[in-house]
């Protein structure tokens, strides 16, 4: 049965940083090419990052390109997003997401994927 599991949401101030995890099960990560997205009260979802595990290519759009960083830890089966310098913006409901696509065939499938977390919240506060 394959899990994807988002922690590390939560209110923080403009400007502030958070660390949001995706937990893996049930599939080869390294196979894989995991995303977070993420989605803002009335909008739609939106991908903001992508890694292909199997040899760290990552993807960024530009709206977080710089302050965001996307990584693995292939041992823990663990994607991570590193969120920097957050603006009032980045509030939503953050969701990881597994596809076999590489990283730039998925990309291009946004927002469609294979498999999907339960998400987590991420709150930033002026």
């Known amino acids: 049965q394959v899990q994807l599991v988002e922690s590390g949401g939560g209110l923080v101030q403009s400007g502030g940083s958070l660390r949001l995890s995706c937990r893996v099960s049930g599939l080869p990560l390294d196979h894989y090419s995991i995303a977070w997205f993420r989605q803002a009260p009335g909008k739609m979802r939106e991908g903001i990052a992508c890694?292909?595990?199997?040899?760290?290519?990552?993807y960024y759009v530009d709206s977080v390109k710089g302050r965001f960083t996307i990584s693995s830890d292939y041992a823990k089966n663990t994607v991570y997003l590193q969120m920097n310098n957050l603006k009032l913006e980045d509030t939503g409901v953050y969701y990881c997401a597994a596809d076999r696509s590489p990283v730039i065939v998925f990309v291009r499938s946004w927002p469609a994927s294979e498999h999907w977390g339960q998400g987590t919240q991420v709150t930033v506060s002026p």
């Open positions: 890694i292909s595990t199997g040899d760290s290519e990552a």
